[in-house]
């Protein structure tokens, strides 16, 4: 039989994955055009949590929006 663990383990080290390409907005979409919009605007405001949430809108395109 073997000894328990009793300490915990190293952290495991996941990417940053900065390098990934975002979304980009469909041709002659009004809707993809306001989520770029907003996307920019956001990230110029620091805020990550809306850039995020426009990425995830705009890659479900057609399924998100019209």
């Known amino acids: ?15 940053l994955r900065l390098d ?3 979304p980009t907005p ?3 979409c009004a809707s993809c055009t306001e989520l770029a ?8 405001g620091n805020d990550r949590t ?3 949430d426009c990425n995830v809108f705009l890659a479900r395109h057609p399924e998100g929006h019209e």
């Open 1 to 15: 039989m073997s000894d328990p663990k009793t300490y915990p383990s190293a952290p495991v080290e996941l990417p």
């Open 26 to 28: 469909v041709e002659g």
């Open 37 to 44: 919009k907003v996307r920019d605007w956001a990230r110029a």
């Open 20 to 22: 990934d390409l975002e």
């Open 50 to 52: 809306t850039v995020t």
